[in-house]
């Protein structure tokens, strides 16, 4: 084999660290690219990420950053260029062996976006159209020779800085979780992490082993729950069957009725109260009738009481998140979004919703201060009203994690076509005004996809104790008014 190119590059990732890049062919014909990243491996935190998710990352960042290639641009493709282009050059060459050949071959080629490092800029009408030739192709065909076209200045509306944080969850999650801004269009989020809910102040939420009856719990099962002949205690909320397969998803039937339920709810689905907790908040004296809770399917995980383990099948959201998940910026002009960096299944859990839980008299009150501010869309828990009759004000919760929260935070709104759903998870209580807010996948959901959800936002409710934003999903469904 004949080394063709050999050219060290380095990338930093809050680490240095050097990879080598080099172009080998052989007599038959046979050319190979390999980049190898040995000082990587070597530290014993690098896990080896999917090669489909490093080629979407890269392309995502040469198409926002950079803004030097079109929406048809393909690390891949471009790598097979390379090879193709190799072998057509050698063909080519028709018995020479002067390197000169080779400069002649890429005379005509116009080199819009790329130059040599020793050349002068290009002149500013270099992307047009020109009678011109250029002199003659780059001395050396090395990647060390090549440097992009400076970019226009960005403005300052769009200004930032590019950050690269290993884990913003400072540990307390299963996997690290990290952030990147490639694009430099926004400061980093200001809040602080969390794992698990936490009370702000006044939300009542009483989880106690004596209200947990021994009805409601399997005290004496052991080990795997799942692989009992019969379905313990804990599967009877869920019509004595678990919510859950053997392989951790969501059993698709389900998951098909949380979706129906969702997409397709009919009048009877909704509680109405006879004293509303949000309504009574908006007007205490003369407030409005209450306009309807949806009354959603739970899923009861095993408890703290139960007897089987903490690897039982039936405690998925409890043990957290253990998909490997991005907060990036998005292009769009949404902000900042989250993405999972391998593929996920339908049916999989991804994470949780986690924040301040907080009374709706609290966060009225905190969203009158703080008036002008930018807020996260808060959580209502309000899936099972009905069972609970008359709501006191420290009974009827929500969760807000505009200051206290953990990467659900930052996971963007899409009109009904979002690839998760939210769906309530009892864990600790038997008391359905306080439980856990889980997401699932709705579908397939590819490497480096965006994940979204819908907020079940009504943007002509005007008197929404969180005002409604400007919708930018970009689905066909949108339910905006403003962007039909």
């Known amino acids: 084999m004949y080394k063709k190119a050999d050219a060290s590059t380095s990338c930093n990732y809050g680490r240095r660290y050097e990879a080598n890049l080099d172009v080998v062919s ?33 392309e995502n960042k040469y198409h926002h950053l950079y803004n030097v290639v079109g929406k048809e641009f393909s690390l891949k493709k471009l790598l097979e260029e390379v090879c193709e282009t190799f072998l057509k050059m050698g063909t080519n060459v028709h018995g020479s062996t002067s390197r000169k050949h080779f400069s002649e071959d890429c005379s005509d080629v116009p080199r819009r976006n790329i130059r040599t490092k020793k050349e002068e800029p290009l002149s500013s009408d270099s992307g047009k159209n020109s009678d011109k030739k250029d002199s003659g192709c780059a001395k050396r065909s090395t990647i060390q020779s090549l440097a992009t076209v400076p970019q226009p200045p960005v403005p300052p509306a769009r200004r930032g800085h590019f950050h690269d944080i290993s884990d913003i969850s400072k540990g307390t999650e299963r996997v690290k979780i990290s952030l990147v801004d490639d694009v430099g269009f926004d400061d980093l989020p200001k809040f602080n992490y969390i794992s698990q809910n936490a ?27 799942l692989e009992l002949s019969l379905p313990c205690a804990c599967a009877r909320d869920t019509g004595g069957e ?32 006879e004293d509303c907790p949000i309504e009574r908040n908006k007007n205490e004296k003369m407030p409005e009738s209450c306009k309807g809770h949806l009354m959603k399917k739970f899923i009861k995980e095993c408890w703290i009481k139960c007897g089987c383990n903490m690897q039982c099948g039936n405690r998925i959201v409890q043990r957290g998140i253990s998909c490997k998940l991005q907060v990036f910026c998005t292009p769009e002009g949404k902000g900042w979004g989250v993405r999972s960096l391998e593929a996920l299944p339908r049916g999989a859990f991804v994470c949780e919703y986690v924040g301040e839980i ?62 998760l759903i939210d769906i309530p998870v009892e864990v600790e209580t038997p008391d359905r005004h306080y439980y856990h807010i889980a997401f699932f996948t709705k579908r397939e959901v590819k490497a480096v996809e965006e994940l979204t959800w819908d907020y079940s936002i009504d943007f002509e409710d005007h008197n929404h104790p969180v005002k409604a934003f400007k919708c930018c999903c970009g689905s066909e469904y949108c339910r905006d008014p403003g962007r039909r």
Request: charged letters at 20%; proline letters at 5%; one cysteine or more.
């Open 26 to 58: 052989s007599l038959s014909g046979e050319v190979k690219m390999l980049m190898n990243c040995k000082s990587a491996f070597r530290r014993p935190d690098f896990l080896v990420p999917p090669i489909d998710a490093v080629l979407q990352l890269v």
């Open 199 to 225: 009370p702000y102040q006044n939300a009542y939420v009483h989880a106690s082993l004596a209200r947990i009856d021994d009805e409601s719990c399997c005290s004496d099962c052991s080990g795997n729950c």
């Open 358 to 419: 907080m009374t709706n008299t609290e966060l009225y009150d905190r969203n009158l201060r703080s008036a002008g501010e930018q807020h996260t869309y808060p959580v209502m828990l309000d899936a099972d009203w009905g069972s609970e009759g008359f709501l006191q004000d420290e009974e009827a919760l929500c969760l807000d994690a505009t200051y206290n929260g953990n990467v659900a935070r930052f996971i963007n709104h899409r009109c009904f076509d979002a690839n």
């Open 242 to 273: 678990f919510a859950y397969t053997p392989q951790g998803l969501l059993k698709a039937q389900f998951l098909d009725a949380c979706l129906s339920l969702n997409e397709n709810p009919q009048k009877h689905h909704y509680y109405y109260c």
